[in-house]
């Protein structure tokens, strides 16, 4: 069974930063991509960043230019880099692990936008 465990979500001023962290039970090598998702209330989850383990990278528009996700596979970790945070970027924030024929979920980290 993988577990993925994600943190450092809170509340932050619009302009504001965070960088969240993803730990993963195993190693992440074996994922072909890990990714960040995200809800808000009354919304679909949708795609933020995604990662490959050959480090390539992808970024919804939303992301482009101020998020940066990354991966520290000695640590089994992914991050997400947040900067410039707006009101709209409040939601639960949910890693995610897939291999070919599964993925994996973590339970997700509160992040609120807010003056």
């Known amino acids: 069974q993988v577990q993925l465990v994600e943190s450092w979500g809170g509340l932050v001023q619009p302009g504001g930063s965070l960088r969240l962290s993803c730990a993963v039970s195993r190693i992440i090598s074996i994922f072909n991509v890990m990714c960040w998702y995200r809800q808000a209330p009354g919304k679909q989850r949708e795609l933020v960043a995604s990662?490959?383990?050959?480090?390539?990278?992808h970024y919804e528009d939303s992301a482009k230019g101020r998020f940066t996700i990354s991966r520290d596979d000695a640590k089994n970790t992914v991050y997400l880099e947040m900067n410039n945070l707006k009101p709209e970027d409040a939601a639960v924030y949910y890693c995610n692990a897939r291999e070919i024929s599964f993925e994996y979920w973590g339970q997700g980290t509160q992040v609120t936008v807010s003056s």
């Open positions: 990662i490959t383990n050959a480090g390539r990278t």
